[in-house]
């Protein structure tokens, strides 16, 4: 999946992985790709954040040597830093989507 930098910010956040693949303001479906895209060798991270200078928050997923996937998601206005594992690229997706509804823009 290669998206390139829109010429309009985006309106909420947007979502960058390692290999250089940008989406604002990302869909679930969108979530879901990124997330399937990553690997162990030149790809092992997407992060997600308001497309601004020093985010009050974010989530992030990496690959796992183990396998499966390392789920981040920290807001500083909130006080919530939770880390989890999970290997489920649906189940990542879909809840990135509702952490992703309860932030403030």
């Known amino acids: ?3 390139g930098r829109a010429s309009v910010a985006a309106r ?3 979502a960058d992985s390692e290999n250089g693949d940008h989406v604002d303001d990302p869909s679930e479906d969108a979530l879901f790709m990124l997330v399937a895209d ?13 497309d601004q200078d ?4 974010f989530a992030s997923v990496a690959v796992l040597e183990e396998g499966g996937y390392a789920i981040v998601h920290r807001d ?9 594992v999970e290997t489920s690229v649906d189940r ?8 992703l509804a309860a932030r403030s823009f």
């Open 38 to 50: 990553l690997n162990d060798t030149d790809n092992t991270f997407v992060v997600i954040q308001p």
């Open 54 to 57: 020093d985010p009050a928050w």
């Open 12 to 14: 909420y956040y947007c």
């Open 76 to 84: 500083a206005t909130r006080r919530e830093h939770d880390v989890s």
């Open 92 to 99: 990542i997706a879909g809840d990135l989507i509702k952490w």
């Open 1 to 3: 999946m290669r998206v």
